[in-house]
């Protein structure tokens, strides 16, 4: 059974409901919430209550996996790693951004992919603020969620489109984070050079 099949029958059996289980199962954003998007096209849910039910349902998982992250720190990434063996690089540097740029990493963190799917429980392990971890998660949450879920209200069935669209998201999510780093790096040097 693959993603939209799931997604299907869980929307259709719960509803709203269904919207909150699909979005605690760990299957990618990207692929989910355009599929409700295009049920709220269809009228079967109403935009503000599904985006409500995403938001709420991913920020309870990402306290989840931040309270994971911080009492079960080190052994969870390990089991990350023993998982996903290449994983061990990129969770590496995710560390080291999240210790330097703390709450800003985790905002950015929440448009791109590959990190969001870690930043909590590595927030957890940096033992952050989880008030501030909270707000900033939901700040992220909620702005990739209205992207998502508006893509597929507006484009609905035409999958290529949204494939080059979400092509296109990617890059200029990683441009953006790579100009970001670039100008706090150069005004990181620039602070020390002054001392």
């Known amino acids: 059974m693959n993603v939209i099949n799931i997604a299907t029958q869980l929307t259709q059996t719960f509803g709203y409901l269904g919207i909150c289980l699909l979005c605690m199962i760990p299957f990618p954003s990207e692929v989910v ?83 969001r799917t870690y930043i909590s429980l590595l927030a957890g392990v940096e033992k952050l603020n989880k008030y501030i971890f909270t707000i900033l998660s939901a700040i992220g949450i909620t702005i990739v969620n209205i992207f998502l879920l508006a893509l597929g209200y507006y484009i609905g069935n035409n999958k290529s489109l949204i494939g080059s669209i979400l092509k296109k998201y990617s890059i200029v999510t990683i441009m953006i984070i790579v100009i970001t780093i670039v100008v706090f790096i150069v005004y990181d040097k620039m602070k020390k050079n002054k001392k």
């Open 33 to 115: 919430l355009p599929f409700i998007g295009l049920g709220i096209s269809n009228g079967n849910f109403n935009f503000f209550l599904a985006l409500l039910c995403t938001i709420l349902t991913e920020i309870l998982v990402s306290i989840v996996n931040y309270i994971i992250g911080y009492y079960g720190g080190n052994d969870a990434l390990a089991k990350i790693e023993n998982k996903i063996p290449n994983s061990k690089k990129g969770v590496d540097k995710i560390g080291k951004i999240l210790r330097k740029y703390r709450g800003f990493a985790i905002i950015i963190a929440r448009i791109v992919p590959f990190l």
